[in-house]
T-cell receptor
Framework: KAGVTQTPRYLIKTRGQQVTLSCSPI?????VSWYQQTPGQGLQFLFE???????NKGNFPGRFSGRQFSNSRSEMNVSTLELGDSALYLC??????????????FGPGTRLLVL | AQSVTQLDSHVSVSEGTPVLLRCNYS??????LFWYVQHPNKGLQLLLK??????LVKGINGFEAEFKKSETSFHLTKPSAHMSDAAEYFC????????????FGTGTRLLVSP
């Protein structure tokens, strides 16, 4: 099976712009989670989607949003970009999404640079 | 709330010597615990996971970890380091709320010298 794929791999934006990142989970996986990785804050949970519904959300401002499509692909959007949004954004998928012990498999990430 | 503490930000070893990366967790219950590895400019790769079936967990590339409830620890070990092991390692906890949120440690960078 193909792994988790994320597009684009690299992005450069300027402050105030918005950006959309895409994640395609492993075939058959229904849960998609998003994480932000920065040198200062480490890895932080953004949100998780299962069957097109957001089930859990981290402590991020409303500028960060996401959605999931019927084929389980997910997008996240960041509006009104700030310099501090520069980070590696990682997407992870897991199979059922309801079990307590589902392993999450990560994509290679999208590196966003905000100038 | 659960938390994960990785006790060393950097660990340096010579090739062929043992590796020990330390992790302690804090939780009111026994969470699922994982070790992930991240090579430069790459995503996270699962090394191994603990889900209460066995306290000694074997993973890929010769790594293993032992869950010790009395010490709330989940240290990662490898008998003999290889140059390709140089990377950042994350100890991760997953709750039992039914959601997929992972709680990450701050990471340990493993340096391997020839």
């Amino acid at each position: 099976k193909a792994g988790v794929t994320q597009t684009p791999r690299y992005l450069i934006k300027t402050r105030g712009q918005q950006v959309t990142l895409s994640c395609s989970p492993i075939s058959g996986h229904r849960s998609v989670s998003w994480y932000q990785q920065t040198p200062g804050q480490g890895l932080q949970f953004l949100f998780e989607y299962f069957s097109e519904t957001q089930r859990n959300k981290g402590n991020f401002p409303g500028r960060f949003s996401g959605r999931q499509f019927s084929n389980s692909r997910s997008e996240m959007n960041v509006s009104t970009l700030e310099l501090g949004d520069s980070a590696l954004y990682l997407c992870a998928s897991s199979s059922v999404g309801g079990s307590l012990q589902e392993t999450q498999y990560f994509g290679p990430g999208t590196r966003l640079l905000v100038l | 709330a659960q938390s994960v503490t990785q006790l060393d930000s950097h660990v340096s070893v010579s090739e062929g010597t043992p590796v020990l990366l330390r992790c302690n967790y804090s939780s009111s219950y026994s969470p699922s615990l994982f070790w992930y590895v991240q090579h430069p400019n790459k995503g996270l790769q699962l090394l191994l996971k603990y889900t209460s079936a066995a306290t000694l967990v074997k993973g890929i590339n010769g790594f293993e970890a032992e869950f010790k409830k009395s010490e709330t620890s989940f240290h990662l070990t490898k008998p003999s380091a290889h140059m390709s092991d140089a990377a950042e390692y994350f100890c991760v906890a997953q709750g039992n709320t039914g959601f997929q949120k992972l709680v990450f440690g701050t990471g340990t960078r493993l340096l391997v010298s020839p």
